[in-house]
């Protein structure tokens, strides 16, 4: 069940773009104010059980961590939402973790079990687009055979 200011969508498709065989699509949009609430209750221990050592740096060096933050855990559920298995045992957060390329663009790395889990599905990448504004941040991945 999905809260409310909650938009939750993935699905297992079929098709090329860029040349590539896309296998599964998921999307997540975050609430800013959900995070920062999270965030202000528990600081950087909230951020630690959400991110990756990498994933604190880039987030830390903002002047205000929250929308990286948020559009990191953004990435994580869409993510999660493509192999079709939501955050847990088959995805645990810190197992996705998005890296910025030498061109600025956002990356997904996964580790552990989202890495195996993703390997059973034959998904060889990924890409990602991440977006916030002042109220939600958003993540589309897109599964690549």
């Known amino acids: 069940m999905l809260r409310e200011g909650a938009f939750s969508l993935s699905f297992f498709v079929s098709g090329k773009i ?3 065989n896309v296998v599964a699509i998921g999307l997540d949009l975050v609430d800013l ?3 920062d609430k999270a965030f202000s209750r528990s600081g950087k221990a909230f951020a630690a059980r959400l991110c990756t050592p990498g994933e604190l740096e880039y987030c830390f060096a903002r002047e205000n ?3 990286s933050l948020a559009a990191r855990f953004a990435a994580k559920e869409a ?3 493509a192999l079709g298995t939501g955050i847990g045992v088959a995805c645990g957060l810190r197992d996705v973790e998005v890296v910025m390329s030498p061109a600025g663009r956002p990356e997904i790395v996964l580790h552990g079990a989202a890495r195996q889990t993703a390997e059973g599905l034959g998904i060889a990448g990924w890409s990602l687009s991440l ?3 002042r109220t939600a941040a ?3 991945a897109l599964a690549f055979a």
């Open 33 to 35: 104010e959900r995070i």
């Open 131 to 133: 977006t916030h504004s």
């Open 18 to 20: 860029m040349g590539r």
């Open 138 to 140: 958003a993540a589309v």
């Open 79 to 81: 993510v999660s939402k």
């Open 65 to 67: 961590p929250v929308p």
